[in-house]
């Protein structure tokens, strides 16, 4: 029989992750695989929250949700998120464990556990590297320059809203706590994302980038489905190929690369809300593949938030949530009124009524 290791680096390179029936063909005996942790991390339980858990659901995963309670802001005042990572790693997994994070509000996995371990696996034993981070087109370090050549694709840059690796890995990332505001050595703001990628370039031994997408995929567009929309255009233009995706049996595929990525990862316009959209008002391209991909969650869930039933179910349409929270005029002016009626209830019911009202109201 071909050796584990050769049947892993083959389906890796024909864009597919290997079976559970390859592996242990390929080894003589059941493969004893390592266990895989996801977690990601929201201050609160937020809706949007349903992107990547309705999906990972669907595909038997239960990642953990960390952080509640522990307030944070995008980019450089994300140090609380990396210390609470860093504390899952050295407190909740074994060095050969294999840890996935993924930002909380824009991924949608297509895969379930066994296709994201085999797909790791794979890529292990090509590359002989531990961490894997999706790839994108743009990059916002100053260490631009000093990027390995990844000039077969279009994702030539790191982006830490998903990676995935050994625990033994991570705990060298995660090595020093930062501060709850990332700063530089000058003091300056620094993204956190730009802390990653002053890793991964000081540790080519460890880390490489998900360059063909088998793991990971950036989503800006997406052929039809984001025909139409506005908010998706960059400034900037985008390199050739790095939209080469559709929408096929229920899944989005790469024709660039001619793989089917395992997560989906909708950065940036992939999640901006479309005011002016002919289908829905504030919907977005990830919202719409999470609908093609269950539909009959999420129109059972349109349906329900459209049609007053007592005890269910009922008020915001969930495309709204996921789309950056979406919230028109005519909403936020609801959303008063619904805020002011609560608050003319409470005075009714334990202020003695109506004489009262215009003061709490005020």
């Not at 050796?3 to 390859?22: F, H, K, V």
């Not at 990676?163 to 705990?171: D, I, N, P, T, V």
Request: net charge neutral; charged share 20%.
């Amino acid at each position: 029989f071909p050796s584990m290791w050769n049947i892993l680096a083959l389906t890796c390179c024909r864009g597919m992750s290997p079976t559970d029936t390859e592996l242990e063909a390929a080894g003589g005996a059941r493969v004893e695989k390592p266990r895989l942790h996801l977690a990601t991390f929201s201050d609160i339980f937020d809706p949007r929250l349903m992107l990547p858990l309705n999906s990972a659901y669907r595909h038997g995963l239960a990642p953990l949700v960390l952080g509640m309670g522990s307030a944070i802001s995008w980019g450089p005042g994300m140090g609380k998120a990396w210390n609470t990572y860093r504390e899952f790693v050295f407190t909740r997994t074994q060095p050969d464990d294999i840890v996935l994070f993924f930002d909380a509000y824009d991924v949608m996995f297509q895969a379930g556990e066994s296709e994201l371990v085999n797909m790791y696996l794979a890529m292990e034993a090509r590359t002989g590297r531990t961490l894997f981070y999706n790839a994108d087109v743009f990059c916002s370090s100053p260490r631009k320059a000093e990027y390995p050549p990844f000039n077969a694709t279009p994702w030539r840059f790191l982006n830490c809203g998903i990676y995935m690796g050994r625990s033994f890995a991570l705990r060298r990332l995660f090595k020093d706590e930062l501060p709850a505001n990332i700063v530089d050595e000058d003091g300056k703001p620094k993204r956190l994302q730009n802390w990653h990628t002053d890793f991964f370039l000081e540790n080519q031994d460890l880390a490489t980038l998900d360059a063909q997408c088998e793991l990971t995929q950036l989503v800006f567009e997406l052929g039809s489905i984001s025909a139409g929309f506005q908010n998706n255009k960059l400034p900037w233009p985008l390199p050739p190929g790095a939209v080469d995706l559709v929408f096929r049996d229920g899944k989005v595929h790469n024709t660039f690369t001619n793989t089917t990525p395992l997560m989906l990862h909708f950065a940036g316009p992939g999640h901006w809300p479309e005011k002016k959209n002919e289908r829905r008002v504030g919907t977005c391209l990830a919202y719409e593949v999470l609908r093609l991909a269950d539909p009959a969650a999420l129109i059972l869930m349109e349906e329900r938030a459209l049609n007053y039933r007592q005890g269910r179910y009922f008020g915001v349409v969930p495309w709204k949530p996921i789309c950056t929270f979406f919230v028109s005029d005519w909403d936020r002016y609801a959303f008063k009124f619904q805020h002011f009626s609560d608050r003319l209830l409470f005075s009714w019911f334990y202020n003695g009524g109506g004489g009262h009202i215009l003061l709490v109201g005020g």
